[in-house]
């Protein structure tokens, strides 16, 4: 934020329609400055960076995950300049992926002018923002990667593999093998089977009885 009170925001889309409709949008803001518009080119990263901006406002998940130059970034760039993904699909494999690269806003498809403003907004203060049902997708994300995964003595005496570690703090939690599978991009039948080896190593009938295993030997040695 400028000395007085200003967002500076660059917009980012291929979409000329949708780009000159949120550059008309933001200049009716005397609280955002901005800094530039564009088509997504060879050498954006380079044209955001450079003009100084502190918010980025893009309707491309494809340019944060994939784009060389821009995850090239140091992270000191990178947490200074914060992103907004607008028009989104409402799809939580995306949103979490977008958090993942660091974004702090997320507004979906067909979301009123003045949704994308707050957002960039809440994002200039420093906060985050996101569809409220999203909000219970991270509450579940971050408890099924807290709860504690087997410790070294654990997994020495199972011969755990890292795909069955990572599976077992996803059991307790209830996930359904179907929500596992799309955790990880597999088929029910792979985790299926990587369920039964679980169960074998562990020495149990249920998976619940897996996952209370683990815990309990992570507590007492």
């Not at 200003?6 to 901005?34: A, G, Q, Y």
């Not at 960076?49 to 995850?71: P, Q, Y």
């Not at 080896?197 to 507590?219: D, H, M, P, Y």
Request: charged share 25%; proline share 2%; aromatic share 6%.
């Amino acid at each position: 934020m400028s000395m007085d009170g200003r967002f500076s925001i660059f917009i980012l889309s291929s979409n000329r329609l949708f780009r000159e409709s949120v550059e008309r949008t933001v200049r009716k803001k005397p609280h955002l400055d901005l800094k530039g518009a564009q088509s997504i080119q060879a050498d954006s990263t380079h044209e955001i960076v450079s003009s100084g901006a502190e918010i980025l406002v893009t309707d491309s998940l494809r340019f944060i995950l994939e784009t060389k130059e821009w995850r090239a970034q140091s992270t000191t760039e990178r947490c200074r300049l914060k992103v907004v993904l607008v028009a989104m699909d409402d799809d939580k494999k995306h949103f979490l992926r977008a958090v993942k690269q660091g974004v702090l806003g997320y507004v979906l498809q067909d979301s009123p002018a003045i949704e994308v403003i707050d957002a960039i907004r809440a994002v200039g203060r420093g906060e985050a923002i996101c569809p409220r049902h999203f909000t219970r997708v991270l509450f579940d994300c971050v408890a099924s990667q807290s709860l504690d995964l087997p410790n070294a003595r654990t997994r020495q005496q199972w011969d755990l593999t890292r795909r069955e570690q990572q599976l077992i703090p996803m059991i307790g939690s209830g996930m359904t093998n179907k929500e596992i599978a799309a955790q990880f991009s597999l088929s029910e039948q792979t985790v299926k089977n990587h369920l039964h080896r679980i169960l074998r190593k562990v020495g149990v009938a249920r998976r619940l009885e897996a996952f209370e295993a683990c815990q309990t030997e992570s507590i007492t040695l």
